[in-house]
């Protein structure tokens, strides 16, 4: 029964994002507390009526628990990792030396994987409404976390819970949003989205993130069809839109010093190639692929890859950021700041 919804959204999650019979908005407090009686609705960060659902249900999208990695050696790829383009998006985290690469083509069907990198417990999380890729430390107060999809969006953006409180986090913010953990905050780990050529470049060595069951869903297709192209809207989302830019654009957000937010649209970045922002430094190179764009994740336009690092003491260091769409950029960091230059 399972597999057989899993393959069914194959079909169906591309229909929800390009205008088709979208999922009930409606969805009551009193209704979730059947699918999750163990959250406690009562402490919450934010106002329940903007949490809406997604569609499919509680791990409906399923998170991977028991990641499996194909070794490179000396560049070379074995096994399911041939299949990769040099031109797709792959999520790149390194920690002390082990490097390992998340392919959008894998994270798009399941959106967190709950690894451990060089011993340190992590989330590796994507949002493909949003654009989003980031990665967490899964450790609070002490205490590893176990990330899996709660079905539900905010401001169209995808709404994780943990396994061992049920408490709802939203991805964009890192921060729990509802339930016993509400207003705690994950820290964020400096990760790239980065181009999988780039990647073997710098980790010929490293490690690629596969599928458990390469047969169950249609891994490297895009089921989000030209959500990204110009004139496209945010699903599900029906917040204020930021002043003088597309929703859909991509722009680099940074939090540049605490509580302080700033993003960059990619299109400034691509057209300088560089940008430095006191002592911090945005790259942009050609080479990357829109997982959103075409049918297939290699096939996507060419968006590029952005580096971001800090000068310290004559060294680079990468920071922690995000190549997201302006609408989510907008509508949660409101005090946040777009540059035009």
């Known amino acids: 029964m399972f597999r057989a919804w899993i393959r069914s959204t194959v079909l169906v999650v591309p229909m929800m994002v390009l205008g088709g019979a979208a999922p009930s908005a409606t969805a009551a407090p009193d209704d979730w507390r059947v699918e999750w009686p163990r959250t406690d609705f009562s402490r919450s960060t934010v106002d329940l009526a903007e949490i809406r659902s997604?569609?499919?249900?509680?791990?409906?999208?399923?998170?991977?628990?028991?990641?499996?990695?194909?070794?490179?050696?000396?560049?070379?790829?074995?096994?399911?990792?041939?299949?990769?383009?040099?031109?797709?998006?792959?999520?790149?985290?390194?920690?002390?030396?082990?490097?390992?690469?998340?392919?959008?083509?894998?994270?798009?069907?399941?959106?967190?994987?709950?690894?451990?990198?060089?011993?340190?417990?992590?989330?590796?999380?994507?949002?493909?409404?949003?654009?989003?890729?980031?990665?967490?430390?899964?450790?609070?107060?002490?205490?590893?976390?176990?990330?899996?999809?709660?079905?539900?969006?905010?401001?169209s953006d995808l709404v994780m819970y943990d396994r061992q409180t049920e408490s709802w986090w939203q991805q964009f913010t890192g921060e729990a949003i509802v339930g016993e953990m509400a207003g705690t905050e994950l820290k964020r780990i400096p990760s790239r989205l980065e181009s999988y050529s780039s990647f073997v470049q710098r980790h010929p060595d490293g490690k690629v993130l596969g599928p458990e069951n390469p047969s169950v869903r249609a891994y490297g297709r895009n089921p989000y069809l030209g959500y990204d192209r110009e004139g496209a809207t945010p699903f599900l989302y029906d917040g204020s839109m930021p002043d003088g830019i597309e929703p859909m654009a991509r722009v680099v957000a940074i939090e540049t010093a605490p509580g302080r937010h700033e993003a960059y649209p990619l299109e400034l970045v691509r057209s300088k190639g560089e940008i430095r922002?006191?002592?911090?430094?945005?790259?942009?190179?050609?080479?990357?692929?829109?997982?959103?764009?075409?049918?297939?994740?290699?096939?996507?336009?060419?968006v590029g890859t952005v580096i971001v690092q800090r000068l310290r003491s004559g060294e680079a260091v990468d920071l922690p950021y995000d190549v997201t769409f302006a609408f989510a950029f907008h509508a949660f960091r409101p005090d946040g700041v777009i540059h035009r230059r």
């Open 54 to 155: 997604g569609g499919p249900p509680k791990d409906g999208i399923p998170s991977i628990d028991n990641p499996a990695f194909t070794a490179l050696v000396d560049g070379e790829a074995r096994g399911w990792a041939k299949d990769l383009q040099p031109q797709e998006p792959v999520i790149s985290l390194e920690i002390d030396g082990d490097a390992r690469a998340y392919p959008l083509r894998v994270m798009m069907w399941h959106e967190i994987v709950n690894d451990v990198v060089d011993g340190l417990p992590v989330a590796i999380t994507y949002c493909p409404l949003c654009n989003a890729s980031l990665v967490f430390d899964r450790t609070v107060g002490g205490r590893v976390l176990d990330f899996g999809t709660t079905g539900k969006l905010r401001h």
């Open 277 to 302: 922002d006191g002592d911090i430094v945005l790259r942009w190179r050609a080479g990357q692929s829109s997982a959103l764009d075409a049918s297939t994740v290699a096939g996507g336009r060419d």
